[in-house]
């Protein structure tokens, strides 16, 4: 089984400032790595992907890997009020199912 | 072009009783996956079905099974339902088996409740 852990936060920030959201996995193998967004009473929504070590950026979003270290992580540039809500991250399992962590929730305060 | 749909959206049910939920996926895709979140938890993957056949199965008991019909469409049934069945199904399709390694894309899931 592919654990994917989490701080289940919540994380609480400024408006404005930078939100640093961190997952974990257990599987060394791990070639992919997925972030989804979750506002509260909606469904998951896919917001960034990662496949090589090193930075992706998409937006006001970056996702870093470090597959030596084993985990990866998100960064919300400039954090708007409509981003709080809960990320999640996720891996691969058995090429046909997705292992979600618990996901964080992200607070952004005016 | 519609997403994924997922029907009813709300839905409550008492213990033992059966439940069936609806999904419909993106026109073109050929696969479904359905996920079971309680409250606080990431989702829990339940099934993934592809050209009516069952790929993979999660570690949910017996009373939880699905199908896909030919135009891809799936049911998810759960019988004798048990209080900790209460949760949000979440549907999602993609183009093939192998479609967790691209990302899915999820319906807006049916939330059941078990009285």
């Known amino acids: 089984q592919k654990e994917v852990e989490q701080n289940s936060g919540p994380l609480s920030v400024p408006e404005g400032a930078i939100a640093s959201l961190n997952c974990t996995y257990s599987?060394?193998?791990?070639?992919?790595f997925f972030w989804y967004r979750q506002y509260s009473g909606k469904s998951p929504e896919l917001i960034m992907f990662?496949?090589?070590?090193g930075d992706k950026e998409d937006g006001r979003f970056t996702a870093q890997l470090n597959k030596a270290s084993q985990y990866v992580s998100l960064l919300i540039r400039d954090s708007q009020p409509s981003d709080s809500a809960t990320y999640l991250c996720?891996?691969?399992?058995?090429?046909?199912?997705?292992?979600f962590g618990k996901g964080t929730s992200l607070l952004v305060t005016p | 072009d519609a997403g994924v749909t997922q029907s009813p959206t709300h839905l409550i049910k008492t213990r033992g009783q059966h439940v069936t939920l609806r999904c419909s996926p993106i026109?073109?895709?050929?696969?479904v996956s359905w996920y079971q979140q309680v409250l606080g938890q990431g989702p829990q993957f339940i099934f993934q079905?592809?050209?009516?056949?069952?790929?993979g199965r999660g570690n949910f008991p017996d009373r939880f099974s699905a199908r896909q019909f030919p135009n891809y469409s799936s049911e998810l049934n759960v019988n004798a339902l048990l209080l900790g069945d209460s949760a949000l199904y979440l549907c999602?399709?993609?183009?093939?088996?192998?479609?967790?390694?691209?990302?899915?894309?999820f319906g807006s899931g049916t939330r059941l409740t078990v009285v």
């Open positions: 079905y592809y050209e009516k056949e069952e790929r």
């Open positions: 990662i496949y090589s070590n």
């Open positions: 999602a399709s993609s183009l093939g088996t192998s479609s967790p390694n691209y990302g899915y894309t």
């Open positions: 026109s073109g895709h050929k696969s």
């Open positions: 599987d060394r193998g791990s070639q992919s």
């Open positions: 996720a891996v691969p399992n058995s090429g046909y199912a997705l292992n």
